[in-house]
């Protein structure tokens, strides 16, 4: 029988130490992004459920979060248009 494999003590500790870590680690990438926030900390407007779960410590709603990445957007705007009036020429 097998009895004395089961009770190798040394196999069962490195599997919950190997556990234990990940489970550290887990939380320690949770911490640093902080609570969710339940409504915009900009414009106080209600912050969808399904946001707040796919961004953990979201603090914006979608339309400030938007406005806030803006200025990326407009330099891409400047480009496409840029290469609309190439393709006219
Ligand atoms: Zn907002």
Redesign the pocket.
């Known amino acids: 029988m097998a009895g004395g494999w089961s009770r190798d003590g040394a196999v069962q500790e490195q599997i919950e130490d190997s556990i234990k870590d990940e489970l550290a680690r887990m939380q320690a990438r949770k911490r640093p992004t902080g609570e969710s926030l339940t409504h915009?900390a900009?414009?106080d407007?209600p912050i969808p459920e399904k946001r707040r779960v796919a961004i953990p410590g979201v603090k914006?709603?979608i339309?400030?979060q938007q406005e806030r990445d803006g200025a990326y957007q407009a330099r891409g705007g400047i480009n496409r248009r840029g290469s609309k009036d190439s393709q006219l020429k």
Do not use: F, G, H, P
Request: negative net charge.
């Open positions: 915009c900009e414009c407007e914006l709603c339309e400030c």
